[in-house]
């Protein structure tokens, strides 16, 4: 009997699942957040509820900017301040290099090589370390 009701309160949840998806237009995130949540009380059908595969996500398309939007956006910077100067290099580091902005917020100096013309850039983890000039 035990085992009869944790078989349908599965098939209502993963009725729930699809409903938060479709109807309520939430994100695969959502979703598996909602799969994730503990409750103490309910242990052993939880334990069930675990068991439902989480859905993988596609990867997002990186999108670029094509040169005409790209000059556009260099155009805006006022190079006769400093603070446009700033912004100006900022943008050009940033395309030049394809350094993410948390990878650049996160240079030292020591990571410069100014006679080689040339940065490291440490990725996401310190194993993923690239050069960039």
Request: glycine share 6%; with cysteine; hydrophobic share 40%.
């Given at each position: 009997?035990?085992?009869?009701?944790?078989?349908?309160?599965?098939?209502?949840?993963?009725?729930f699942?699809?409903d938060?998806?479709?109807?309520?237009?939430?994100?695969?995130?959502?979703?598996?957040?909602?799969?994730?949540?503990?409750s103490?009380?309910?242990?052993e059908?939880?334990?069930q509820?675990?068991?439902?595969?989480?859905?993988?996500?596609?990867?997002?398309?990186?999108?670029?900017?094509?040169?005409?939007?790209?000059?556009?956006?260099?155009?805006?910077?006022?190079?006769?301040?400093?603070?446009?100067?700033?912004?100006?290099?900022l943008?050009?580091?940033?395309?030049?290099?394809?350094?993410?902005?948390?990878?650049?917020?996160?240079?030292?100096?020591?990571?410069?090589?100014?006679?080689?013309?040339?940065?490291?850039?440490?990725g996401k983890?310190?194993?993923?370390?690239?050069?960039?000039?």
């Amino acid at each position: 009997m035990a085992n009869k009701i944790i078989e349908v309160s599965c098939l209502v949840t993963l009725r729930f699942l699809a409903d938060l998806e479709s109807s309520r237009g939430c994100k695969i995130a959502t979703r598996n957040y909602f799969v994730a949540e503990h409750s103490p009380v309910h242990v052993e059908w939880f334990g069930q509820i675990r068991s439902i595969p989480f859905k993988k996500a596609g990867r997002a398309v990186v999108p670029y900017l094509e040169k005409a939007e790209m000059d556009a956006l260099l155009a805006g910077p006022d190079r006769r301040t400093a603070q446009g100067r700033r912004d100006y290099a900022l943008l050009l580091f940033l395309y030049n290099s394809g350094a993410r902005a948390t990878e650049t917020a996160q240079l030292k100096v020591r990571d410069l090589d100014i006679r080689a013309a040339s940065v490291n850039i440490t990725g996401k983890s310190v194993r993923r370390q690239r050069s960039a000039m």
